[in-house]
């Protein structure tokens, strides 16, 4: 009988130490969504972002979009665009910096980056945060509107 015992609880010791070295179970749609909007708000407040520009949030993950995925599957996007403020600087790098610099804050891991694209009328980030399941793209340039954000969820498969 100990040895039955013994077995379990080594058993429970083990599921428990595995259950815990596995990875999070990825997002579902509505808490990615969340994390879009969350993090969208926080890029838009922060220090470094609101120092280059005013902003203006125009589409914020209320509405589902099947465009860039595959046919079934759905996806949510936060956007907003602003202007250097008048007075700061006005080159589309440091606005892109400023971004860049607060989503490595927000733990986003850099896809693409201004040097990628180096223009001195264009700068250009991609980031993305796997286990939120959410990518930011920000674009600065010289035409207004000069800064463009747009943060999107990972394509989730439609319920049936």
């Known amino acids: 009988m100990q040895l039955a015992l013994r077995i379990a609880a080594a058993g429970i010791c083990f599921t428990t130490l595995t259950g815990c070295s596995s990875d999070p179970p990825p ?46 599957s759905k996806q949510r996007f936060f956007r907003a665009q602003g202007n250097f403020l008048p007075g700061g600087p006005q080159a589309p790098g440091t606005a892109a ?25 264009l700068a250009v980030i991609v980031m993305e945060k796997p286990e939120s399941a959410v990518t930011f793209m920000v674009a600065a ?11 999107k969820t990972a394509c989730f498969k439609s319920p049936e």
């Not at 407040?45 to 099947?66: H, L, P, Y």
């Open 97 to 121: 910096g400023a971004a860049h610099g607060e989503l490595l804050v927000l733990d986003y891991d850099e896809l693409v980056d201004d040097l990628d694209f180096w223009d001195n009328n």
């Open 27 to 72: 997002p579902t749609f509505a808490e990615a969504t969340q994390n879009l909007v969350r993090d969208g708000e926080k890029l838009l407040v922060s220090n470094m972002v609101s120092r280059v520009g005013r902003f203006q949030i125009t589409e914020k993950a209320e509405k589902d979009s099947e465009t860039a995925c595959v046919p079934g």
């Open 141 to 151: 340039r010289t035409t207004e509107p000069n800064i463009l954000i747009v943060g």
